[in-house]
């Protein structure tokens, strides 16, 4: 199994400029995530998905989107990219949750990362 | 306030020390959550708990759900050993994550 795979790995934008990064995953997980990690933070969530057809927003959404067509594929869309979006993005993904929930393991991307000039 | 928080933020240590890193959680949890981090690389889990304590090999995972706090030990540190450790938790209300801000290890030869 591959993983999480993310692309690209690195990627210079001009403002006001829009990209997708993409995330896939073959380990049949239904959360995935979107993280982005700035120097001297902790990790803060964007978006998620528990399955496909469905996310939703996590702490900073803004500027961003993302779709769940497949289980698989979980791609982050900037539409119209800021200097504050210069980041470390990372992609994620965990198991179902269960009746009996006690936490799954998370799998993370290698990450981009992005620098908006 | 952070709900997940670690210390020291940034450790050095000499190769064979026995290094303890510390994260403390304000939140009710399913789980806890060890991850590492190489400069410029992925970030990997390295351990999930949600009691007791956990090894594999040289690094040691404990939690006391009481005190809400996690320790993460390393054995006979190596130069190989220098990331980023960051402490996570699994919220019990969902599959929520919350972060700690991480501690940057440097292990000096």
């Known amino acids: 199994n591959a993983g999480v795979t993310q692309t690209p790995k690195f990627r210079i934008l001009k403002i006001g400029q829009s990209m997708t990064l993409q995330c896939t995953q073959d380990?049949?997980?239904?959360?995935m995530y979107w993280y982005r990690q700035d120097p001297g933070m902790g990790l803060k969530l964007i978006y998620y998905s528990v399955g496909a057809g469905i996310t939703d927003k996590g702490e900073v959404p803004n500027g961003y989107n993302v779709s769940r067509s497949t289980t698989e594929d979980f791609p982050l869309r900037l539409e119209l990219a800021a200097p504050s979006q210069t980041s470390v993005y990372f992609c994620?993904?965990?198991?179902?949750?269960?009746?009996?929930?006690?936490?799954?393991?998370?799998?993370f991307g290698n990450g981009t990362r992005l620098t908006v000039t | 306030k952070n709900e997940v928080e670690q210390s020291p933020q940034n450790l050095t240590a000499q190769e064979g020390e026995f290094i303890t890193i510390n994260c403390s959680y304000s939140?009710?949890?399913?789980?806890l959550h060890w991850l590492q981090q190489h400069p410029g690389g992925g970030i990997v889990s390295l351990f999930m708990l949600s009691s007791g304590k956990k090894k594999h090999g040289r690094l040691i995972a404990t939690i006391n759900i009481q005190e809400k706090h996690s320790s993460l030990h390393i054995t006979a540190s190596h130069p190989r050993d220098s990331a980023v450790y960051i402490c996570?938790?699994?919220?019990?209300?969902?599959?929520?994550?919350?972060f700690g801000t991480g501690t940057s290890l440097t292990v000096i030869p």
């Open positions: 994620a993904s965990s198991q179902t949750r269960t009746m009996r929930y006690s936490g799954s393991p998370l799998h």
């Open positions: 996570a938790v699994t919220s019990n209300t969902g599959n929520q994550f919350y």
């Open positions: 380990m049949n997980h239904n959360y």
């Open positions: 939140v009710g949890i399913s789980a």
